[in-house]
């Protein structure tokens, strides 16, 4: 057998007394409440902004990210079933989420933040919210690796991982069943991630970037959804009626988001607002 890995972490980090905490929550919620915020508030200190809006950026994003996750995972991948069981949309601890939903929900949620609060351009605030979402993004394909999913077509690289197919029989004592050597297209994604946050957290603290209107959305918005595009060229398919397209969900619906980095980048060059985005 090829000098593969055979990925045996269990997904549940914390099984007590009929609760558990999962390795992807965990991730998740570090990722989204605890390092995000964080960077943010050192955004918000160097361009001495009210605190006020800060705060209720985290709480626009923090429901914008997970109600809009959770219905692009329902609309976009299983729309026949959740539209005949609705109730079902509303049981997010049984997995399911898009990130290409989360993003079209903090794009609405940025609308009425800037209508409401900051009366800053939504580029404006999307050019500082850009800074610490790679890293969000690649702590979140981590929780996936840790879940055993997601993962992409067999490969015969020596990277290769065997995954368990049966995570909820093994855990309850059955022997595992391991998926044939495959590409971690999680930790793909996840290093794709992380170098996007290095180069934003670049343009942001080393450079003049920041007062380029847009251009840190956008080549954030290019970088990642190009990433996304590419890397679902290995992935298997998440629901039946992919097998039939030839391009997977996945990359249709990160056409649109990549047109509209090019198209950030494009304005912050042609753009003569004022540097600090506020609507006039």
Known sequence: MLNVVTWTVDPIL??????????YGVFFAVGLVLFGPAIMDKIWRREQLPERWLTSLFYYIIIATIVGARLGHCLFYQ?????????EILKVWEGGLASH?????????VYFYSKKVSHR???????????????VAGMIRLGNLMNHEIYGHPTDLPWGFRYIENIGAWRAGAEPIFSLPSHPTQIYEALCYFAIFGICMWMYWRTNARKHVGLIFGVFMTLTFLARFFIEFLKNDQVAFEATMTLNMGQWLSV??????IAAIWYSFANKKPADGRIL
């Open 121 to 135: 351009s939504m580029l404006w605030t999307f050019d500082r919210l850009c800074v610490p979402t790679g890293l």
């Open 101 to 109: 939903g989360g993003v079209i929900g903090i794009i609405i949620a």
């Open 14 to 23: 914390l099984d007590y007394k009929g609760m558990t905490i999962g390795w």
């Open 79 to 87: 729309p026949e079933y959740y539209l005949a069981n609705p109730v």
């Open 256 to 261: 649109p988001f990549v047109i509209a980095g």
